[in-house]
């Protein structure tokens, strides 16, 4: 038996879950998840009793009400701007108010709705630095109806992503090679399709309207929290920020609950756009290699640990060895997980409602819906050409983060 493996009985479910659950903390999370859950069990039943189809994410009422109170709150953050303007401005002469002007321009600046920014410390990859690539993922993109992309970001995690960066709200993926290495050929086509499938279904929530007021209330949340009552001040300023406190986490769940019902639908939606773009088969795969990506940071970790184990001239020799061969050796350890002990994390995802994060439905519920769907077959192959074309582009940015991982992740 593998130690890194539970020995546990399928027949009547013996030690299937030894470990406990360590969820997200924190108040806004742990809501989240009860929402994330209650509208992943209800969207579930109705993605199965059609099938699998479904319409795009259309702005229905919650979705307009949302956008309203998503508009509400950067008003406050305006009132700031204007006011703390005014202050500075007008009451030069009395020294105090541009003093508060100042901290309430500071804390509009920290509310404010941004766009995500390209990574300084990531390599990025445009169209001409990787055109097989790129090529890969129109061709998905136009599998699943959407456009491409403008950048890829290569990032060491097990994670994939894609979001708008800019004023001019380009397209970004996030391809984190930890999640990408793990997979199967046809796997990786349906993780480009889920992650541009998102861009076909518009989840509200990842737009900077929307996105950027959960973001605010959240900060407001959590500049309110209470302090520790160790002197009467402390009970005084704890009394006088209760009220507003909670009225922001108040507001808070009211916007996560007109948001996640469209958000967990665009997160099935994307997983049939996975199907579609790779294959039925291809998205249940994906899904079950979700359950496995989480002991991807740990691996990475115990390479780095080991690598610098030794010190001088041999520390360096091993660091440069572990590095060249990195991404290989965590693909292939990752690929001696043997089907039992999917079994066992599917039996424990169900229990547990182990979901991507506290707002993705509940992963065991995601795998039964893209099972139910189709089945599809793949409309983008992932041949061994095209394969080894792709990786000789990503080459680079593989060498720069292997050296990164090896020489920061044991610190």
């Not at 100042?102 to 509009?108: D, I, K, Q, V």
């Not at 900060?219 to 009467?232: H, I």
């Not at 089907?339 to 229990?351: I, S």
Request: aromatic share 6%; with cysteine; proline share 6%.
């Amino acid at each position: 038996m593998d130690e890194r493996h539970v020995d546990w009985c399928a027949a009547c479910d013996w030690n299937v879950d030894p470990g406990a659950q360590d969820p997200e903390p924190g108040r806004i999370p742990a809501a989240r998840r009860r929402l994330a859950h209650a509208y992943g069990k209800q969207l579930a039943a109705e993605m199965e009793q059609g099938g699998g189809q479904s319409g795009p994410v259309g702005r229905d009422a919650a979705t307009l009400s949302a956008f309203a109170l998503s508009l509400v709150v950067h008003g406050v953050t305006v009132v700031l701007v204007v006011t703390g303007i005014l202050l500075v401005v007008l009451g030069w002469h009395t020294g105090v108010q541009p003093v508060v002007g100042a901290l309430m321009l500071g804390l509009a600046a920290v509310l404010r709705p941004r766009p995500a920014r390209l990574p300084k410390d990531a390599p990025v990859l445009y169209r001409a630095d990787a055109p097989r690539l790129f090529e890969l993922i129109d061709e998905v993109g136009t599998a699943v109806g959407t456009a491409g992309v403008h950048a890829v970001v290569v990032a060491p995690e097990a994670n994939a992503a894609v979001t708008t960066y800019g004023l001019r709200a380009r397209r970004m993926m996030i391809l984190g090679l930890g999640l990408w290495e793990i997979l199967p050929p046809q796997e990786r086509v349906a993780l480009l399709g889920h992650e541009l499938g998102h861009f076909a279904h518009r989840d509200t929530r990842r737009g900077i309207v929307t996105g950027g007021a959960l973001h605010a209330l959240a900060t407001w949340f959590y500049m309110l929290a209470p302090n520790r009552p160790k002197r009467l001040m402390d009970r005084f300023v704890n009394a006088v920020t209760f009220l507003p406190r909670w009225t922001t986490y108040g507001l808070l769940i009211f916007l996560d609950h007109l948001t996640l019902r469209a958000s967990q639908r665009a997160e099935y939606l994307a997983d049939v756009s996975a199907a579609r773009a790779g294959s039925t088969e291809a998205a249940v795969g994906l899904l079950d290699r979700l359950l496995v990506s989480q002991a991807v940071g740990p691996e990475l970790r115990r390479e780095s640990v080991a690598a610098q184990m030794q010190g001088g001239s041999a520390g360096r020799e091993a660091r440069d060895a572990a590095e060249r061969g990195l991404w290989e050796r965590l693909a292939a350890r990752m690929a001696t997980v043997p089907e039992h002990e999917y079994e066992r994390l599917r039996r424990v995802a169900a229990r547990r409602g182990h979901s991507v994060d506290s707002t993705h439905p509940p992963t065991h519920l995601r795998r039964r819906c893209a099972a139910a769907g189709g089945p599809y077959t793949a409309q983008v192959t992932y041949g061994e050409d095209r394969a080894a074309a792709v990786a000789q582009e990503l080459a680079p940015a593989r060498a720069a983060l292997a050296r990164r991982v090896i020489r920061d992740y044991a610190a």
